[in-house]
């Protein structure tokens, strides 16, 4: 079992910048693809970056260049570093946990933490 707990989030202006954490507790978590995931209201859940044990990023099309995933195995966290905020940016950001021979999406999920960009 894994548990996942998010800060970090707030209402920022555009341009502006957050750091998101998540916090894990739970066995062979360096072994685990860590993730952050995304959802605005009225869309659906959206992957934004993820990042493996071996520290291969990956990130979503729009925020490539403007975020950074990094992880800290030592301390069992997982951060996302959000730069040049846009209003389109707004969700509930999530932080996810998987194995990495299952399907993106799939594995352990935190409780979300709020994310608003706005002036």
């Known amino acids: 079992q894994v548990h996942l707990v998010e800060s970090g989030g707030g209402l920022v202006q555009p341009g502006g910048s957050l750091r998101l954490s998540c916090a894990a507790s739970?066995?062979?978590?360096?072994?685990?693809?860590m993730g952050w995931y995304r959802q605005a209201p009225g869309k659906q859940r959206e992957l934004v970056a993820d990042?493996?044990?071996?520290?291969?990023?990956n990130y979503a099309d729009y925020v490539e260049g403007r975020f950074t995933i990094s992880r800290d195995n030592a301390k069992n966290t997982v951060y996302l570093q959000m730069n040049s905020l846009k209003a389109e940016d707004t969700a509930v950001y999530y932080c996810?946990?998987?194995?990495?021979?299952?399907?993106?999406?799939?594995?352990?999920w935190g409780q979300g933490t709020q994310v608003t960009v706005s002036s």
């Open positions: 996810n946990a998987r194995n990495p021979w299952t399907a993106v999406g799939s594995g352990y």
């Open positions: 739970g066995s062979l978590l360096s072994i685990y693809v």
């Open positions: 990042i493996t044990s071996g520290r291969t990023t």
